[in-house]
């Protein structure tokens, strides 16, 4: 299979998780074996030779694809997760929501000055988890080499926001 | 690395997530290339000539254990999710806790009747989230062929729990 082929698996899910929006479920990508393999293969790909340590998956959707990117190409893998998750001590970044805010944390130990690391999510909207999970690694010193995402929804201009970072996506709306 | 390594590179945090309890942090066995590969190559031994279909994960570090192993034997990946966080049709299975109950769902389409499926998840604790992922299954007709951990806390006799299916786990304590 083709990464263009991809977009035609994904699902649209009218309204959620609240009116008006057309959500983006990738879980048929994901049951389809064919299609996960691509999607894992095309970062592997991309990332295979780029001296990754560690592979930061984002909680939750970002977990499945960065564990099996981290098998793939042999780095390691760490969480980052929302407040409260992570048992030992953590970096926590505060970020801006459309109303109110939120938080992810990562270990403090999870990654060091020496580490270059990729981040990887399913999704790429706003952009707001994936630059606060940017801002948690550069706190342990680590170097953020990209961020890879399977879907990227180019109206909410994410990529903006995440304008100090090199960003990746397979597909694009 | 052999899988009777691990043991010693998961840590623990007392008083986790509330006082008395002694958490297992795999973290550190997810950051640590060769430990994250021996226990993905473990299960992958075990299941890789099963004729899996799916892996299904438990939210959310089942995600990724599971991711990874779905990719190494080829299988679709399936999520399994607390309540609400699915966008499509679901079959749901309330279960049980210590006090008060939790919901877990899976989409109704996401495995068939002619299915096998092996579920993963990090830890076996009391089973009671495990024993109604593989209640899920059933409703959809699949066959669970074993359900699979990487920590099993024995004390907590889950395995008695999850009694009418198999259950492997690659470290006890």
């Known amino acids: 299979m083709e990464v263009a082929q991809l977009k035609t698996i994904i699902r649209d899910i009218p309204d959620f998780p609240k009116p008006g929006i057309i ?5 048929p990508l994901l049951a389809d074996v064919e299609a996960f393999q691509t999607t894992v293969d095309a970062f592997a790909k991309r990332y295979g030779d780029k001296g990754i340590d560690a ?9 499945i694809f960065g564990g099996a ?3 793939r190409i042999d780095a390691g893998f760490v969480p980052v997760r929302k407040s409260g998750k992570l048992p030992h001590k953590t970096h926590l970044v505060e970020y801006d929501l459309e109303y109110g805010t939120d938080k992810v ?6 990654v060091g000055p020496n580490h270059r690391v990729v981040v990887v ?8 988890t994936a630059e ?8 342990s010193g680590a170097t953020v080499v990209e961020c890879a995402f399977v ?4 109206f909410l ?12 996506s397979l597909i694009h709306y």
């Open 69 to 71: 990117l981290a098998y």
């Open 55 to 63: 592979v930061v998956g984002i909680d939750a959707r970002g977990f």
């Open 157 to 168: 201009n994410g990529r903006e926001k995440l304008k100090n970072q090199e960003v990746f």
């Open 132 to 139: 606060a999970t940017c801002e948690l690694i550069e706190k």
């Open 121 to 128: 999510d399913d999704l790429l909207a706003t952009g707001g």
């Open 151 to 154: 879907v990227e929804l180019d």
């Open 105 to 110: 944390e990562m270990h403090i130990d999870a």
């Open 23 to 27: 959500f983006k479920d990738i879980t």
